[in-house]
Nanobody, 114 residues
Framework: QVQLVESGGGLVPPGGSLTLSCAASGDIVSIATMGWHRQAPGKQRELVALISSGGNTRYGDPVKGRFTISRDKAKSTVYLQMNNLKPEDTAVYYC????????WGQGTQVTVSS
């Protein structure tokens, strides 16, 4: 059974940076695609970034050039480095793991505000 635990959310001013972490447990972690989605109040959940077991990445258009996803297989952890944050990046960020089905973490709040 897969479990995902996110950390690193918080309050940051516009233009600031933040790094989210997602620690995964389970036998399939090393062969699964992992990533991040986000959901702002009143909006649908949207793709932020994905990274495959081979390291291939995919980003949502709003974050391209500002966010970077990476993974440490030895630690079964995925990271999301977020730079040049904007107020519209404010949302709950959810880690996901994809292997036959999609598993979600509990989410971590990111608020971008002065």
């Amino acid at each position: 059974q897969v479990q995902l635990v996110e950390s690193g959310g918080g309050l940051v001013p516009p233009g600031g940076s933040l790094t989210l972490s997602c620690a995964a447990s389970g036998d399939i972690v090393s062969i699964a695609t992992m990533g991040w989605h986000r959901q702002a109040p009143g909006k649908q959940r949207e793709l932020v970034a994905l990274i495959s077991s081979g390291g291939n990445t995919r980003y949502g258009d709003p974050v391209k050039g500002r966010f970077t996803i990476s993974r440490d297989k030895a630690k079964s952890t995925v990271y999301l480095q977020m730079n040049n944050l904007k107020p519209e990046d404010t949302a709950v960020y959810y880690c996901n793991l994809d292997h036959q089905i999609r598993t979600w973490g509990q989410g971590t709040q990111v608020t971008v505000s002065s």
